[in-house]
């Protein structure tokens, strides 16, 4: 064992996903010193397939930064549309709300801010081990060991735990310090990726009575795709020509046909809502999957993961700058503000389109949810709602 170094930080962040990494970036940008420890190489971080949507708050806090990548690399999105029973209906989002999204891969936005901060010279240590977190309400104090194998005590004002939905950090609030909020889904997303041209310019979300399907892109040649499964579905089970059969029945249809082509990997994603309250407690103080998941049908994820860092390093430049805590002692509720919104959008969504198994009356459930969606989708009101929220809220 090596002899313990210690190092001196004003926020110290756990976990060098997007969210932690753009909050060490903007730090940065502020003259504030921040060490983000990661116990993940940067590697495995980086070829860790996400969600690809970003509203447009989340890309204007990436270009306004300096981080803009996602101009030149990612697509714009205008709109999207829903298919019911093989008949499209597009949602106009800049029309409807003004916003566009971007279709950009979230392991692409972690490479840019991991190129950033490795351009700023930033303190981040990645392939830690044996981390130990004390005193989280007093002077928040991190023991790890590096990737060289040297130990480390790092001690910081401010602790972020910005290190994913299995969260060492949120572990560290006491049980009778904190609420959780969880819903499990009946059903989750067989997803594959298939080298294939674009089957259609912008996402398709399609509702039938075989199931849920997402028509989503990643460039020219290479698509994700998705369609709604059992959860212990077993992806290595399923070839080719039974997953197109179930693509093929939830979209195509109306003229319209999928472009197929090879698949190159397919995986099963089981999904929950989850939500930890406060976002604070003492010095400690939570961003991103740490403290709330949603299911990936509105998109919601990574959208509100930076929109808490854009609050937090707002409330911490206050707090280093000038001394009050005013913003900082307000973080969890506006941050939680948002994410119930989010929550709201996201549980409706995954409702609205999926068929739930073993719903009980099921052909008043499919006939209530067919209502629902014509009641939507033939209300310019109905679709301005969902391109609102899909687009993030823009300037609420």
Request: charged share 25%; glycine share 8%.
């Amino acid at each position: 064992m090596s002899e313990r170094k210690i190092h001196t930080t004003q926020v110290a962040i756990m976990g060098a996903g997007p969210a932690g990494l753009m909050l060490s970036h903007l730090l940065h940008l502020a003259g504030i010193e921040s060490t983000v420890v990661e116990i993940r190489s940067r590697r495995d971080i980086s070829h860790t397939i996400r969600a690809g949507i970003l509203e447009a708050g989340s890309v204007d806090l990436l270009v306004d930064s300096g981080v803009d990548n996602v101009l030149r690399n990612g697509h714009e999105h205008e709109g999207t549309e829903f298919r019911v029973n093989g008949e499209g209906h597009r949602i106009d989002f800049k029309g409807l709300a003004g916003s566009s999204v971007w279709l950009y891969p979230q392991n692409e936005v972690f490479d840019d801010l991991a190129a950033r901060r490795e351009a700023d010279a930033g303190d981040v240590r990645y392939e830690c081990s044996d981390t130990q977190i004390t005193d989280v309400t007093g002077k928040p104090r991190i023991t790890f060991t590096d990737s060289a194998g040297q130990d480390w005590e790092l001690r910081a004002e401010i602790l972020v735990g910005a290190d994913g939905s299995r969260s060492y950090c949120r572990s560290q609030i006491p049980e009778s310090d904190r609420t959780r909020y969880f819903n499990e889904y009946p059903f989750a997303w067989f997803g594959i990726l298939t080298e294939a041209p674009r089957s259609a310019p912008e996402l398709i979300y399609a509702n039938s009575a075989h199931g849920f399907a997402l028509i989503s892109q990643r460039t020219d040649t290479m698509q994700r795709m998705y369609f709604q499964c059992d959860p212990t579905t077993n992806p290595a089970d399923w070839s080719e020509d039974q997953i197109w059969e179930q693509l093929r029945l939830r979209v195509n249809g109306n003229g319209f046909a999928l472009k197929e082509g090879p698949i190159v990997d397919k995986v099963v994603l089981p999904f929950r809502s989850f939500v930890n309250t406060p976002m604070r407690h003492g010095n400690l103080f939570l961003a991103g999957d740490a403290a709330h998941t949603v299911p990936p049908t509105g998109a919601k994820g990574l959208n509100l993961a930076l929109h808490d860092v854009k609050l937090l390093f707002e409330s911490l430049d206050s707090y280093f700058k000038s001394g009050s805590t005013a913003l900082l002692d307000t973080y969890s509720d506006r941050a939680l503000d948002r994410v119930w919104k989010a929550q709201y959008f996201s549980y409706w969504m995954t409702t609205l389109l999926h068929t739930v198994p073993g719903e009980q009356n099921h052909a008043f459930f499919r006939a209530r949810q067919l209502g629902e969606l014509r009641s939507l989708l033939e209300s310019e009101h109905g679709r301005a709602y969902v391109a609102e929220c899909y687009t993030g809220w823009q300037g609420k």
